[in-house]
């Protein structure tokens, strides 16, 4: 039951001066599971795409199967709160959807919506709020008290608490600091591989793509460019220039040793396994 | 969300959007105040005619009006209802057990709907047609004489100017809140009354909360930019009359005229 995007197409006000048309003929099958990174230039559909997954956005043509409920371009889809139980969509800036006035109520919404009775979403939520590193003792602080970084983690885990099979972040890391966006994406990673949640993840930055991720979308323009995964993604130096894609250090320094004679092979793709590489060359 | 025709700007280029905002501004309400004279079917038929020549002539497709005048129609609606009930002059000419129709009810309806879809058109030929921003300046000269009664004009006209200019960020901001908490379950549509308060607490919180916020930092930012209530400030963007604004304005009150002719005409 994997997620499927067959000829979708997206425009935005049709039939008005405004018309845009944001997604042309997707294509696009991602497997169950995986840590899947969706990149582009801003303006180029992600969010709109992602937007599609958990059917607050229709297509105007095409069809969009998330795993066994379809949507079909032209047809009213019907079970919208079952997709949304489980697809988890966390937004740019999550924080601002923080409403009620403890945090454990506000992670508690979520689950409660979807018919968990109050002492289970209690209990699910003191789970969520410690596996996105709320202390117990913020438990009962306004939102409102907490600095940025810590309420978009409890907007995290108002998402996470509602149990879904797929989770999607649109720019989770965006405006946090360097430690805080890495333990935010160790974050997904962990409940990736410990839970099984297949994490789709739109992102700009390429190091997090690289260390994080399985796969990789490129969107260009409202069109799917190329999806692939992240070895072969990133061995394609050239590529990369081309779309303007900033590559991660680490392959920068591999294509400056490949200039100058010392070629390494594309699955080293993190730190330590390139100082060894390069050390057993320098032996030889 | 994003479906509000009414008072929306098209951003195309034509004789209408080239228009000084104050020439508008002033033809317009010259034209209003026409539509309120008493001149009857011909002087609307003449109006109509003319404004949808300016309506073709300013690049708008006449859907577009018709979509501005949807909010309206329950209205419309509403005053049939009340005026078949109310007037009982003229002629009967429709009996239903205890229901009775005069033509003069339903000649009193017919001059509100047409007065308003009037109105209507006109007021989006404005909006439709002048950017917001440039409204505001047109706004503020045309206040400027009430500064004399120490009204502040130019606090007004900034005030108004600020507003507009958040309505977009807002409706942005609502759309992705609304999407969010959809994303969490709400459902804005269906449900109880208690669930529908929750729903809309989910909404109305938070926007309260990032209003607070956005006004918080423009203030900031303003200041930074050296903004000082009441300071003297002179302008980057200087409006110019043109021969067409001449023209606009003439033409608005030659019609006014000629409504007041034609009232006065079917009068005596």
């Not at chain 2, 951003?11 to 004279?37: E, N």
């Not at chain 2, 921003?133 to 007004?156: A, S």
């Amino acid at each position: 039951m994997p997620i499927r995007f067959e000829k979708v197409d997206f425009e935005y006000s049709p039939g008005t001066p405004f018309a845009f048309k944001a997604l042309k003929n997707i294509d696009l099958e991602l497997a169950m599971g995986k840590m899947t990174a969706i990149i582009g230039a801003t303006g180029s559909g992600k969010t709109t795409l992602v937007q599609h997954l958990n059917a607050l956005l229709l297509p105007t043509a095409g069809k969009v199967t998330v795993l066994d409920h379809e949507i079909k371009a032209g047809q009213k889809f019907t079970q919208v709160k079952e997709l949304r139980h489980n697809v988890g969509l966390v937004f740019q800036f999550a924080e601002y959807q923080l409403f009620e006035e403890t945090v454990l109520k506000d992670v508690c919404f979520g689950p409660m919506n979807f018919g968990v009775s109050e002492a289970d979403a209690i209990e699910i939520a003191r789970r969520s709020l410690l596996t996105v590193g709320i202390p117990e003792k913020s438990f009962e602080k306004s939102p409102l008290e907490m600095s940025g970084g810590q309420k978009r983690r409890v907007a995290i885990a108002g998402i996470l608490a509602m149990k879904p099979k797929i989770l999607v972040l649109d720019e989770p890391t965006a405006g946090l600091d360097p430690q805080g966006a890495e333990s935010m994406m160790e974050l997904f990673r962990k409940v990736n591989k410990n839970s099984g949640i297949t994490v789709l993840i739109v992102t700009h930055n390429m190091e997090h793509v690289l260390q994080y991720c399985d796969d990789v979308v490129v969107m260009e323009k409202g069109e799917l460019l190329m999806q692939t995964d992240i070895e072969t993604f990133f061995e394609n130096y050239e590529y990369m220039e081309k779309a303007n894609i900033n590559p991660p250090a680490i392959i920068r320094f591999k294509e400056l040793l490949k200039k100058n004679g010392l070629e390494i092979a594309s699955d080293v793709l993190d730190i330590d396994s390139l100082a060894s590489a390069v050390a057993r060359r320098c032996k030889k | 969300m994003k479906n509000i025709t009414l008072g929306q700007y098209i951003p195309l280029d034509s004789f209408f959007h080239r228009l000084d905002p104050r020439s508008k501004i002033c033809a317009m309400l010259a034209i209003l105040i026409a539509i309120f004279v008493p001149a009857g079917f011909i002087g609307y038929g003449i109006m109509a005619v003319i404004l949808v020549r300016c309506v073709l002539l300013a690049k708008l497709q006449i859907s577009f009006v018709v979509k501005a005048m949807k909010p309206m129609v329950m209205m419309m609606f509403f005053l049939t209802i009340i005026n078949i009930f109310v007037i009982k002059t003229g002629n009967l000419i429709y009996t239903l057990g205890p229901i009775t129709i005069y033509d003069d009810a339903l000649k009193q309806t017919a001059y509100i709907v047409v007065r308003l879809a009037l109105m209507i058109m006109t007021t989006t030929l404005l909006t439709a047609t002048t950017k917001p921003m440039d409204m505001t300046l047109g706004i503020e000269d045309l206040l400027i004489p009430l500064e004399k009664l120490k009204v502040p004009t130019h606090d007004i006209a900034m005030m108004i100017a600020l507003a507009l200019r958040f309505i977009p960020t807002l409706i942005e901001e609502a759309d992705r809140i609304l999407k969010a908490q959809a994303s969490r379950g709400v459902d804005f549509e269906n449900g109880s009354l208690k669930e529908k308060i929750s729903a809309i607490l989910s909404l109305i919180v938070p926007m309260f909360v990032s209003c607070f916020q956005r006004a918080d930092d423009l203030a900031d930012a303003m200041e930074a930019r050296g903004y000082v209530v009441g300071a003297k400030r002179v302008r980057y963007k200087q409006l110019k009359f043109g021969w067409g604004d001449y023209v606009v304005i003439i033409a608005a009150n030659l019609i006014l005229a000629g409504m007041i002719y034609l009232a006065i005409v079917k009068g005596s």
